[in-house]
């Protein structure tokens, strides 16, 4: 299993839980953003940087994720292609995405931009707390050792 990130957007100490997973699980990780990325030294990890734009490391994921590999996104249309293609999706925010649940997040999502669309103010995300780090961790945990035991 491959752990792929969309790095641009998720946050630092998730990208700092996936570098000591990689290390653990002896996985390897790649970071996927449209800017330099720092990551620490490990044959294991590695960080690609795209060219600016649309969804360009959106598509890079998409074009090498395999089935079976895992995918780090808070973006619900680049998970919905992933998972299409076989691979698990886990939220920055410790939200296992699958083929159940897809369909329903991407109805919400185009609501919401729907309603955006007409000016109605939907607010952001809530800020990142102690809470979903810990979700975070514990549902990476639980897919971890659950693709060891398959």
Request: proline share 5%; aromatic share 6%.
């Amino acid at each position: 299993m491959h752990i792929w990130v969309d790095a641009d957007a998720c946050p630092v100490v998730i990208k700092e839980i996936l570098y000591r997973a990689a290390q653990r699980w002896q996985r390897p990780l790649t970071l996927v953003a449209n800017q330099m990325l720092r990551t620490p030294p490990s044959s294991l990890i590695r960080a690609v940087q795209v060219p600016r734009g649309f969804d360009v490391a959106d598509d890079y994921i998409v074009q090498h994720v395999v089935a079976g590999d895992l995918v780090i996104t808070g973006d619900i249309p680049l998970a919905a292609q992933v998972i299409e293609g076989g691979a698990w999706v886990l939220s920055p925010r410790g939200e296992r995405y699958t083929a159940d649940t897809i369909r329903e997040r991407l109805s919400l999502r185009d609501m919401m931009e729907e309603l955006r669309s007409v000016g109605v103010d939907t607010g952001g995300p809530a800020v990142f707390s102690q809470a979903d780090r810990r979700a975070f961790g514990n549902a990476l945990d639980r897919l971890m050792v659950g693709a060891g035991r398959g």
